[in-house]
């Protein structure tokens, strides 16, 4: 049985019985919490991988704290770095701000492997694209100030939603919840090093090629850079698991991790 509860933090898990595969670890990004992967924990559990999803300190289901806006993309791979030395070293999902960090367990050789789905970039990769920045220079006190904050219905339906059915976004708008200026902040300008040759585990980048808050030529370069595979899921934006369709990527997905575990 995976935990549930490491100190502070909150795991949504599934649990099987008589596990045939690797653990997994999914990491969420900004704005979100664990419940990002609801639909594809049971997926996991099926192919027989015990899952878990990661919420970071502050995000739901806990209570935000005072400390939230000031929180570092370094915080929460700490964060996850406690979950996945729990989990024993297990193969890592991380969507957007997950999957950076997803990248720094790598470096950190916490992880057998890493799935970097609309995955942020590490240093040397710019992230802000044309209509990134018309739609967030609004945010600029926030982020430069270290203070919480959340994009408006609008920017969230036009860059990160873009691709979920409209009669389905509001409810998705509700469960999203603010988050760090700081590690937005530290996104934006390239904060966090990975070099590729501290990356010694395989990975898989994906990524829609109608995402607007991290274009897929931001997933291209991150393919180059750490010489990976390239899925583009087409047809798709930013929030895959909530986009209609994003079955037949989530089996390219287990298959990767099927196929990866026998390097756990």
């Not at 006190?141 to 036009?158: E, Q, T």
């Amino acid at each position: 049985m995976l935990p549930r509860a490491i100190g502070p933090l909150r795991l949504d898990t599934v649990d099987v019985d008589n596990p045939r595969g690797a653990p997994v670890l999914c990491l969420h990004g900004l704005f979100a919490g664990s419940w990002v992967f609801e639909r594809f924990l049971p997926q996991l559990a099926a192919r027989g991988h015990p899952a878990a999803a990661l919420s970071f300190r502050d995000h739901s289901p806990s209570p935000a704290g005072p400390a939230l806006g000031g929180h570092r993309i370094a915080d929460y791979a700490d964060d996850a770095a406690e979950a996945a030395r729990a989990l024993g070293r297990p193969i890592v999902v991380g969507h957007s701000l997950g999957g950076l960090v997803a990248l720094m367990l790598a470096q950190r050789e916490l992880v057998a492997g890493a799935i970097l789905l609309s995955s942020a970039p590490p240093r040397g990769i710019a992230v802000v694209s044309t209509p990134l920045a018309a739609r967030m220079w609004r945010y600029l006190p926030a982020l430069l100030r270290s203070r919480p904050f959340k994009p408006n219905d609008a920017d969230l339906d036009a860059l990160v939603l873009n691709r979920v059915v409209p009669a389905e976004r509001g409810a998705l708008r509700a469960r999203l919840s603010a988050d760090s200026g700081r590690a937005a902040r530290d996104a934006a300008i390239g904060a966090v090093r990975v070099r590729p040759r501290d990356v010694r585990v395989p990975l898989l980048v994906v990524s829609g090629d109608d995402d607007r808050f991290v274009p897929l030529g931001v997933a291209a370069r991150i393919a180059r850079r750490f010489h990976a595979p390239l899925q583009v899921a087409k047809g798709h934006g930013h929030f895959l698991f909530a986009e209609p369709g994003w079955e037949p990527q989530a089996r390219v997905m287990l298959d990767w991790i099927d196929a990866n575990q026998v390097r756990a």
